[in-house]
């Protein structure tokens, strides 16, 4: 079974532009949760999305959004990019939403802001 | 131990010796544990996760550890190899759902 792709693996952007990454969960699973980790802050939680709605957001401004569709894929987006913004961008799918769930995590997009 | 958000703790270990990474979590709510590993390039890797209705759980060659009176979590490694090098993040389910991830403890592993 393969497993979370993410595309595309790294990314250069500069400030003030806009960014869209894309997620595929492995086959089958529901749930895709997005997270940002950098040096200083580690890994952080963006969002959670399961049957195409946001079930749960965390600490990020309105600049980060998602979405997911109806075959499970999902993709992030970043308007006005920051240097800030610069980081490992990643991925995690799950059977479903919730605890229960194992989550794995895809090798991420490697974004850079200039 | 480890500090959210700031700097990495390193452990350095001998081939074949036990390594122990531990883990402070912020929120007493937390259910759901979970310790990761993510080598050099890739995403983190689930090794072993916990309920906080339990204080021992064991695995392959790991076993976690929770105590929650300190909010305390920890990670045993059993005959720790080279191929155990990594870094290791510890994460917690809080109250609101959201997933709060450890800053990460760099292990190496000397042969």
């Known amino acids: 079974k393969a497993g979370v792709t993410q595309t595309p693996r790294y990314l250069i952007k500069t400030r003030g532009q806009q960014v869209t990454l894309s997620c595929s969960p492995i086959s089958g699973h529901r749930s895709v949760s997005w997270y940002q980790q950098t040096p200083g802050q580690g890994l952080q939680f963006l969002f959670e999305?399961?049957?195409?709605?946001?079930?749960n957001k965390g600490n990020f401004p309105g600049r980060f959004s998602g979405r997911q569709f109806s075959n499970s894929r999902s993709e992030m987006n970043v308007s006005t990019l920051e240097l800030g913004d610069s980081a490992l961008y990643l991925c995690?799918?799950?059977?479903?939403?919730?605890?229960?769930?194992?989550?794995?995590f895809g090798p991420g997009t490697r974004l850079t802001v200039t | 131990g480890e500090s959210v958000g700031l700097h990495l703790p390193t452990l350095s270990v001998q081939e074949g010796d036990n390594s122990i990474i531990n883990c402070a979590y912020s929120n007493s709510a937390s259910d759901y544990f979970i310790w990761y590993k993510q080598e050099s390039g890739k995403g983190p890797q689930f090794i072993i996760d916990i309920r906080s209705n339990m204080d021992k759980r064991q695995g392959q060659r790991v076993t976690v550890l929770l105590n929650k009176t300190v909010k305390h979590l920890s990670l045993q490694i059993a005959a720790t190899q080279p191929g155990d090098s990594a870094v290791y993040f510890c994460a917690e389910k809080t109250n609101n759902n959201d997933m709060r991830f450890g800053a990460g403890t760099r292990l190496t592993v000397k042969p």
């Open positions: 995690a799918s799950s059977l479903a939403a919730g605890s229960s769930y194992e989550q794995y």
């Open positions: 999305y399961f049957s195409e709605t946001q079930r």
